[in-house]
T-cell receptor
Framework: GAGVSQSPSNKVTEKGKDVELRCDPI?????LYWYRQSLGQGLEFLIY????????KSGLPSDRFSAERTGGSVSTLTIQRTQQEDSAVYLC??????????????FGEGSRLTVL | AQSVTQLDSHVSVSEGTPVLLRCNYS??????LFWYVQHPNKGLQLLLK??????LVKGINGFEAEFKKSETSFHLTKPSAHMSDAAEYFC??????????FGAGTRLTVKP
């Protein structure tokens, strides 16, 4: 497709279970971001991938969160031992190489995670 | 590290009156600054950007923002609000490492 694709769009899980969220960026975009959007909390930066460079993981809230990007394309965000406070919409965005200059982040529609 | 502070979590205006959404930034370098808009049940969309060219930046739908280094501000304005402007607005800062940090957002309500 032409846009950023995220799956699943909705995920309901039980506390303590692991979840995986997937992001397919726009083809050719080297930068990929994960954000978390909680009600009333705005967008929280989680992790940033740029090409083959080491990712910027400074936003990951705990060691239960991890992400990888295979082959410079698809990315998976994994949350282990989910907690109720993990409930949020997880947004993925991709960009051409110089997002600082263009500012053009292309967002997916998000994965809504509900932890019961 | 860079950060932004959006000074109002909620702004309410009447249709046809001016809009002012305030944003202050913190950055160790010459930052790039952006405003994004998120309409209800829609994805985020770039509204405008400042990347060290003209300090007054014009965006889509009649919005503008002015970069004021002395005040470390990048406030978003529009002369006359329209009902369709009701949305969540995010101020974003980026430094040389290319990561993009979002503010907490300002919800704009437009009353008829």
């Amino acid at each position: 497709g032409a846009g950023v694709s995220q799956s699943p769009s909705n995920k309901v899980t039980e506390k303590g279970k692991d979840v995986e969220l997937r992001c397919d960026p726009i083809s050719g975009h080297t930068a990929l971001y994960w954000y978390r959007q909680s009600l009333g909390q705005g967008l929280e930066f989680l992790i940033y991938f740029q090409g083959n460079s080491a990712p910027d993981k400074s936003g990951l809230p705990s060691d239960r969160f991890s992400a990888e990007r295979t082959g410079g394309s698809v990315s998976t965000l994994t949350i282990q031992r989910t907690q109720q406070e993990d409930s949020a919409v997880y947004l993925c965005a991709s960009s051409l190489f110089r997002p600082r200059r263009t500012g053009e982040l292309f967002f997916g529609e998000g994965s809504r995670l509900t932890v019961l | 590290a860079q950060s932004v502070t959006q000074l109002d979590s909620h702004v309410s205006v009447s249709e046809g009156t001016p809009v002012l959404l305030r944003c202050n930034y913190s950055s160790s370098y010459s930052p790039s600054l952006f405003w994004y808009v998120q309409h209800p049940n829609k994805g985020l969309q770039l509204l405008l950007k400042y990347t060290s060219a003209a300090t007054l930046v014009k965006g889509i739908n009649g919005f503008e923002a002015e970069f004021k280094k002395s005040e470390t501000s990048f406030h978003l304005t529009k002369p006359s609000a329209h009902m369709s402007d009701a949305a969540e607005y995010f101020c974003v800062v980026s430094e040389g490492n290319n990561d993009m940090r979002f503010g907490a957002g300002t919800r704009l309500t437009v009353k008829p």
